[in-house]
Structure formats: structure tokens, C-alpha cells
Nanobody, 124 residues
Framework: QLQLVESGGGLVQPGGSLRLSCAAS????????IGWFRQAPGKEREGVSC????????QYADSVKGRFTISRDNAKNTVYLQMNSLKPEDTAIYYC?????????????????WGQGTQVTVSS
């Protein structure tokens, strides 16, 4: 079964940190660019970050630049999203997705696989 599984979400206070993981099973992430997206209640899904197949190219939404870092470990078949200085407006369900071509944070189209999401709540 081909799937992506996110983990690492939870409840954190403003200013805190979380590291999300996106693990693949049934296929190798080496051949895919990976994007992170999020959706807050009542809002549209938005792109957060994406990383190319080799990790040489990374993109970030303006709202998370300087606070979030995307990375990948192809040997572990896993992509990470390190989130620092978290704000209440970062509260959302976070999804990872795999793209065979070139990823973009501007659009969620063209992604071949999506995970089920992990909840991130930033609140005092």
C-alpha cells in the first residue's frame, strides 16, 4: 500500500517548536519532491513549504520564512518540517504530499500522494 504518514503534531505554546515528519511506505521518496500544506478551520488549504528530490531547492510561504525549515533524509524515506517560533495563526492540520516533478508552495495540484494530516495547535 502506497501512503504518506505525518507525525509530530500536537499542542504547543506560542513561541514553541515542533518537528513534523512525513514518512513514506510502499514507495521511495527519492523520486519525489515533497510539499507541506496546511488547512485551518474555515480557511482554504495553503502551501507552507516544499523541497526538491535532491533537497537542493526549497521553497517557503512568506508567512513561515525564517521560522520553518524543511529537510529530507532519503535514507530514512522521510521528510521533516522544523517549526520554530510558532504563532497561534499556525494552528492547522498539516499535510505532506509527494510530487513526481517540480513542487511549488503556490499550488497543491499535480501531487500524486497525500497524507492524512497531523494537527498542530498553537495556544497558551
Amino acid at each position: 500500500q502506497l501512503q504518506l504518514v505525518e507525525s509530530g503534531g500536537g499542542l504547543v505554546q506560542p513561541g514553541g517548536s515542533l518537528r513534523l515528519s512525513c514518512a513514506a511506505s510502499g514507495f521511495t521518496l527519492d523520486y519525489y519532491a515533497i510539499g507541506w500544506f496546511r488547512q485551518a478551520p474555515g480557511k482554504e488549504r495553503e502551501g507552507v513549504s516544499c523541497i526538491s528530490k535532491t533537497g537542493g531547492s526549497r521553497q517557503y510561504a512568506d508567512s513561515v520564512k525564517g521560522r520553518f525549515t524543511i529537510s529530507r533524509d532519503n535514507a530514512k524515506n522521510t521528510v521533516y518540517l522544523q517549526m520554530n517560533s510558532l504563532k497561534p495563526e499556525d494552528t492547522a492540520i498539516y499535510y505532506c504530499a509527494a510530487h513526481r516533478g517540480v513542487c511549488s508552495v503556490l499550488s497543491g495540484t499535480g501531487y500524486d500522494y497525500w497524507g492524512q494530516g497531523t494537527q498542530v495547535t498553537v495556544s497558551s
